[in-house]
């Protein structure tokens, strides 16, 4: 039994068989999928899809990539969805320094309205931090008690350990399966197994053995051996332990 703790099944990328998308996933031994949003505009088609098929659980965001699509209207949206909507995480949130053009003041702003919903409502946090983890750290720092993930971990040893610190976990998926990849995978072999979550990002960041195809859910079994390898440890011992993570840290029901 595995959770696929970042996947983007609302993406229109899965329009067209997204039903066939999730029967695979399912047929693969992925029983459920946190289903994060990146725009205000995409909430309530997240919801209708999670509410359409067992097993999604949403999380409702606003991502920094998609700065230009934000108001500060719709950081005030979020208490309203909340009681309708029930997500599970807030998220997808957080800042990237990677692509050029994208204000990091705005970034900084949407990020922190975002984590003071998760902390009043006591929800986890899903977050990016693409070439900024030192910058979401020291956010993170000013908001003590808050819990989640930074998916598609590619920091440092010493990042790392900073996040572990504040209870945040690493989410880990396609990028671990590249040979090339040699200081994630020193980390994922030796991190602390409670701070592990597995997830594909689909229909991103597809795995070695699928590069340049589309992504899906179905295909975390491929993430979760190489990381067993890694680890010298059982595809089924990981399975427990990623999947006994995700559940605890979403309060998925049983």
Avoid at 157 to 182: K, M, N, S
Avoid at 228 to 235: K, T, V
Wanted: hydrophobic share 45%; proline share 5%.
């Amino acid at each position: 039994m595995l959770i696929d703790t970042h996947c983007h099944l609302d993406a229109t990328e899965f329009d067209a068989d997204r039903a066939e998308v999730i029967a695979r996933a399912r047929a693969a031994g992925v029983t459920a999928q946190i289903v994060p949003a990146v725009t205000f505009g995409g909430w309530a088609k997240l919801r209708s899809i999670c509410e359409e098929n067992s097993g999604l659980h949403p999380a409702i965001g606003l991502h920094p990539m998609f700065l230009a699509e934000h108001s500060v209207e719709h950081t005030e949206e979020f208490h309203e969805f909340m009681w309708n909507f029930r997500p599970v995480a807030i998220g997808e949130c957080g800042l990237d320094f990677h692509v050029e053009g994208l204000d990091k003041d705005r970034q900084q702003f949407f990020f922190e309205r975002q984590l003071e919903v998760a902390r009043d409502f006591r929800l986890p946090v899903i977050v990016h931090a693409r070439k900024a983890v030192d910058a979401v750290i020291a956010t993170l720092r000013r908001f003590p008690g808050l819990r989640g993930v930074v998916h598609s971990f590619s920091g440092s040893q010493q990042q790392a350990e900073q996040l572990w610190d504040l209870d945040f976990c690493l989410g880990i998926g396609g990028p671990v399966t590249y040979e090339r990849a040699q200081r994630l995978r020193r980390i994922v072999a030796a991190m602390p197994i409670e701070f592990l979550l597995l997830e594909t990002d689909a229909p991103d960041q597809p795995d070695a053995f699928h590069r340049g195809q589309r992504n899906e859910p179905g295909r975390l079994s491929f993430v979760r051996d190489v990381v067993a390898q890694l680890r010298g440890c059982s595809p089924e011992e990981l399975s427990a332990a990623t999947t006994d993570n995700a559940s605890r840290l979403f309060a998925l029901p049983a």
